[in-house]
């Protein structure tokens, strides 16, 4: 069997510089801490389009130096307060 691919370069567009697209998608529970796997709160965009999710106690413990490195932050940790209340005393 044979597999030909075919590089189409001719139509390449060069877009002018535009601003930086920021995706602000709302985190999901599918988000993930990078540290921990705990579900994510806040994402962080950094340069070269990199990304890092952190759940609060892990963005807390390094706000600053994310803070340092990133384009842009969106924390969602607000999202945490408006969590109905857990009944306390559940088994
Ligand atoms: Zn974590």
Redesign the pocket.
């Known amino acids: 069997m044979s597999y030909t691919e075919t590089m189409n370069v001719e139509a390449e567009v060069e877009a002018p510089l535009a601003e930086p697209v920021i995706r602000t998608e709302d985190l999901t529970a599918l988000d993930?801490?990078?540290?921990?796997?705990?579900q994510?709160w806040v994402h962080a965009f950094l340069p070269e389009e990199r990304e890092l999710m952190?759940?609060?106690?892990?963005?807390r413990?390094g706000e600053d130096k994310i803070r340092a490195i990133a384009d842009f932050v969106k924390d969602e940790r607000w999202r945490l307060l408006e969590a109905p209340p857990r009944t306390q005393g559940e088994d």
Not at 32 to 38: E, K, L, S
Not at 54 to 59: E, L, N, T, V, Y
């Open positions: 993930r801490c990078d540290q921990c796997g705990a994510a952190f759940c609060a106690h892990h963005f413990k």
